[in-house]
């Protein structure tokens, strides 16, 4: 049996962080559906689309998909067989608000498992909010978040 997780969220833009979370999930299922919210409530930089092909460019590997999802993630998980939601727990400012949605998504889906991984230590404290507004500066942020994305911030915020 094929085991399959989704890792949702925004991804406005994707950083070594989400990359991070990707290959140690990769450690333990066979295939990570990377779901890209389209009605996120926050009004994203990036259009889905965009957000969707620099997951594809930065995330090459046979065990990751990206799709893009509108609605609950509860159905969306369902819809592609998934047992297992992943998310990570950077410090703890991040708790409350997973906790919060992995008792909800229980509510709503009571087979389906949240799991919290704990990222790499030096990215601990990177967040898409930051890679944005650093970028939207002009700052360096070739550190946090692969070329393709630098390159795509630069589009963005060029004059
Ligand atoms: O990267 P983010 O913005 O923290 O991700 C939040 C996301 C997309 C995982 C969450 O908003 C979500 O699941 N949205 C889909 C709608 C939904 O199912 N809402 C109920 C969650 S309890």
Same mark, same amino acid.
């Given at each position: ?51 969707? @092909?620099?997951?594809?460019?930065? $995330?090459?590997?046979?065990? !990751?998909?990206?799709? +893009?999802?509108? /609605?609950?993630? *509860? ?44 990222? @790499?230590?030096?990215?601990?404290? $990177?967040?898409?909010?930051? !890679?944005?507004?650093? +970028?939207?500066? /002009?700052?360096? *942020? ?18």
């Amino acid at each position: 049996m094929t085991r399959i997780a989704v890792y949702p969220g925004s991804f406005d833009p994707v950083t070594k962080g989400h990359a991070d979370l990707v290959t140690r999930a990769l450690a333990f299922v066979d295939q990570v559906i990377v779901a890209v919210a389209v009605n996120s409530a926050k009004q994203p930089l990036f259009s889905t689309d965009e957000r969707v @092909a620099l997951l594809r460019e930065t $995330l090459e590997h046979p065990g !990751v998909e990206v799709q +893009a999802f509108d /609605g609950l993630l *509860v159905d969306f998980a369902r819809g592609v067989g998934a047992r297992v939601i992943l998310r990570g727990l950077r410090a703890v400012a991040d708790f409350e608000y997973e906790f919060q949605m992995a008792l909800m998504n229980r509510q709503l889906a009571p087979g389906l498992e949240t799991v919290f991984l704990v990222p @790499a230590f030096d990215l601990t404290y $990177l967040s898409s909010s930051l !890679v944005r507004e650093v +970028a939207r500066f /002009g700052g360096d *942020v070739s550190q946090l978040v692969h070329p393709a994305v630098v390159r795509a911030l630069k589009k963005k915020f060029a004059t």
